[in-house]
């Protein structure tokens, strides 16, 4: 009996279609996509769905907002009309006709912002490369975009003024009563003043939202976006409940972590943390040295660098419980700007020698601050620009390497705009964690 091996006679032809040439599958040789017959196009869709899925990956925020897409050549100032309340009914009186009602609606707009960036490499990289060099740029391209389009959300969430700061409680002595902050400075991470997220600061914020007839996502509940060093804090709480063990079948949300006191919560990395920045390239906090009242000025021990002194400019400052601005400084004294009830109280609280200055924009000794935001159902809007969403940009070396096809781009942009409708549909709950005197601000 004679052997044949019978893979030694099979042939594919002269002409295979590959990824990116036709190939001579006995000689070898290639020869390139004419611009009729190519394959190109499905190599690009293939990495287009990777950058979209990743970007996906990182829209938390944007799945509560209700978006509204903007046609074509109509300018970059998006508008938004809704109807004003009316009042309660009248009490009739037989035979007499009531007044009648003044109805209107209220005008909100925003500007449409384009973001973008992209990432060059060369063909060589990415022949010799053990590993697919375009598709792990456009997997990263994709998370740097919905990043990118949630932070820009987020920013117009931010700017809510309907806020709730965590009733300070005593985790010493049984979680007792300690006081209501009224204000971000005074957040607390100490034991004794303790103000972290509770099952009572959330049936707050709830209460907030029926109050102003916030209508709910599913009929029952709530939203709210967290981050994860405050979803730990919830799981501890009583009554929290898994989302797979939920009693009735519901739509979740991406990245949905469960439900507590009528509230379904969603877990995002990009939930803000409100930490300020170090007072100087070499430290975190400043001291006093001296204080003189009649100017507000403070004399520091330190001494800080020319590059120090431009980044005060503008920053908060906590010294000894108050909250201060930044007027002027030196690189031996800062000039305050009172802030607040500073003004009042500093005639009885100044700033006294060795007092330790804190960065001023989160909580007290300069801790971070966790704004979680709770949702009532259509509290913002979005804009889907028609045309303009975000968009994955590929370029081959064939259509922008040079005269040599030595180098390719991939990359993203999006133009985007979001918008706070409804002001009382929306509360931030600030508090803090036991991440607190660690976490960066993002």
């Known amino acids: 009996m004679i052997k044949l091996n019978i893979q030694y006679f099979a042939a594919a032809g002269d002409l295979v279609n590959a990824t990116s040439t036709y190939i001579n599958s006995a000689t070898g040789a290639t020869d390139a996509f004419d611009t009729v017959n190519t394959l190109a196009p499905g190599m690009k869709t293939f990495w287009d769905t990777v950058a979209l899925v990743n970007a996906r990956d990182n829209l938390c925020f944007a799945q509560l907002g209700d978006k509204q897409t903007l046609p074509a050549n109509q300018g970059l100032i998006v508008e938004w ?9 009248d009490t009739l009186v037989e035979g007499v006709i009531p007044a009648g009602k003044k109805f209107g609606e209220s005008v909100v707009t925003t500007t449409l912002t384009e973001m973008g960036l992209y990432v060059a490499t060369t063909k060589k990289l990415q022949l010799h490369h053990n590993r697919d060099v375009v598709l792990g740029i456009t997997t990263e391209v994709g998370a740097s975009i919905g990043r990118s389009y949630e932070k820009l959300i987020r920013s117009a969430l931010l700017e809510g003024t309907n806020v ?23 957040l607390s991470n100490a034991a004794a003043t303790w103000c972290g997220i509770s099952l009572d600061m959330i049936a707050q914020v709830v209460t907030r939202l029926e109050a102003a007839n916030a209508p709910t996502f599913d009929g029952m509940n709530y939203v709210a976006v967290i981050h994860p060093y405050i979803a730990k804090d919830i799981r501890a709480l009583a009554g929290w409940q898994e989302y797979h063990k939920y009693a009735a079948v519901k739509q979740l949300f991406t990245n949905e972590l469960g439900e507590l006191n009528g509230v379904r919560f969603i877990k995002s990395t990009l939930a803000p943390i409100i930490r300020g920045a ?21 004399t520091l021990k330190e001494t800080l660098t020319a590059g120090d002194v431009t980044a005060l400019s503008g920053r908060e400052l906590i010294i000894g419980g108050l909250h201060f601005g930044v007027k002027s400084a030196t690189t031996t004294t800062i000039v305050l700007d009172d802030i607040g009830a500073a003004a009042a109280e500093a005639a009885n609280n100044a700033p006294a020698k060795n007092d330790v200055i804190y960065p001023g924009e989160g909580g007290a000794a300069g801790i971070s601050i966790f704004p979680c935001l709770f949702f009532g159902a259509d509290a913002f809007k979005i804009v889907d620009p028609e045309g303009a969403g975000i968009e994955t940009i590929i370029k081959t070396a064939e259509q922008i390497g040079g005269p040599l096809n030595q180098f390719s781009t991939v990359g993203a942009k999006f133009e985007g705009a979001a918008k706070i409708v409804y002001p009382d549909r929306l509360v931030s709950l600030e508090c803090v964690s036991s991440y607190s005197a660690t976490a960066a601000a993002n």
């Open 164 to 186: 709730l700061y965590a009733d300070a409680i005593n985790t010493t002595a049984a979680n007792a009563y300690a006081s209501t902050p009224s204000a971000r400075h005074l």
């Open 278 to 298: 170090d007072l100087s390239a070499a430290a975190r906090t400043l001291t006093v040295d001296d204080y003189t009242a009649a100017t507000n000025t403070v």
């Open 81 to 89: 009309q809704k109807w004003n309340t009316l009042p309660d009914a």
